[in-house]
């Protein structure tokens, strides 16, 4: 599977920004898919995950009510939806793979997936 991650950059605080990330390779239903984010200096974080049938997982702490992910096996593709952009926020977005049954919507740990995009960047200004 190869993902490729798009939608970051700046945007000011309470702002939104639509991530989304299209796989390629494999059929994409096959797979639980995930959001982490990594801040400079800090360990890779987890978002938000989804099953291949379109489970989602509630978003980690500060980004609940905020982010939403989503999904689109037609198209191959996720999406990270967030809202109310804080500066805590910045940082480089990645979104992960890995084949799942069709209700488990995967870990939240790094190692739980075999498949990484690129990243994307989001910046948020205060």
């Known amino acids: 599977v190869q993902l490729q991650a798009c939608g970051g950059g700046l945007v000011q605080a309470g702002g939104s920004l639509r991530l989304s990330c299209a796989a390629s390779?494999?059929?994409?239903?096959?797979?639980?898919m995930a959001w982490f984010r990594q801040a400079p200096g800090k360990a890779r974080e987890f978002v938000s995950s989804i099953s291949p049938s379109g489970i989602s997982t509630s978003p980690t702490n500060s980004m609940k009510g905020r982010f939403t992910v989503s999904r689109d096996n037609a198209e191959g593709t996720v999406h990270l939806q967030m809202l109310s952009l804080k500066p805590e926020d910045t940082a480089i977005y990645y979104c992960?793979?890995?084949?799942?049954?069709?209700?488990?919507?995967?870990?939240?740990?790094?190692?739980?997936?075999?498949?990484w995009g690129q990243g994307t960047q989001v910046t948020v200004s205060s």
């Open positions: 390779g494999r059929i994409l239903s096959n797979y639980a």
């Open positions: 992960a793979a890995n084949p799942a049954s069709y209700h488990y919507y995967g870990g939240s740990n790094p190692t739980d997936y075999d498949y």
